[in-house]
């Protein structure tokens, strides 16, 4: 089973990890651990590197406990949601894991909800956790 999680850092994507940890187990899974950013140039050093240390310490947590696991660091210039997306097709996923926080109504507006995306483009069951 090839297990995507939608991984940035927060507590809610700490969550999300743990939960794709344990289907992993249970289902003798592979896990993509996956963050996507955007707006982000070359020169922007400080958010790749805070991306990738986040990444690799996800992926230490999981080699840890013995899940088969890989990262992914995308920057393709998409929204997160569309990223996550293509990624979830070109790798045939068969689960998505996303965590999920509150936002307000504005911020849903003006920024738009990752999750939200996901849920409703995923070609494969979307578990969310809060």
């Known amino acids: 089973m090839k297990i995507m999680v939608g991984y940035n850092g927060p507590q809610e994507a700490w969550d999300a990890l743990k939960l794709a940890q344990k289907n992993a187990k249970a289902f003798d899974g592979h896990v993509y651990i996956?963050?996507?950013?955007?707006?982000v140039d070359a020169?922007?050093?400080?958010?790749?590197?805070?991306?990738?240390?986040?990444?690799?310490y996800a992926q230490n947590i999981l080699?840890?406990?013995?899940?088969s696991c890989e990262t992914?660091?995308?920057?393709?210039?998409?929204?997160?949601?569309?990223?996550?997306?293509k990624f979830v097709k070109d790798n045939k996923i068969d689960q998505?894991?996303?965590?999920?926080?509150k936002k307000s109504k504005?911020?849903?507006l003006v920024f738009g909800s990752t999750a939200q995306y996901v849920i409703l483009n995923a070609p494969c069951p979307?578990?969310?956790?809060k």
Not at 34 to 39: A, E, F, M, P, Q
Not at 43 to 56: C, G, H, P, Y
Request: negative net charge.
């Open 126 to 129: 979307v578990i969310t956790i």
């Open 63 to 67: 080699k840890e406990n013995e899940i």
């Open 43 to 56: 020169d922007d050093k400080e958010k790749i590197e805070e991306a990738e240390e986040n990444l690799e």
């Open 96 to 101: 998505v894991v996303i965590g999920v926080r």
């Open 34 to 39: 996956v963050t996507s950013l955007k707006d």
């Open 106 to 108: 504005v911020e849903k």
């Open 72 to 85: 992914h660091l995308l920057i393709r210039g998409m929204s997160p949601g569309e990223d996550l997306i």
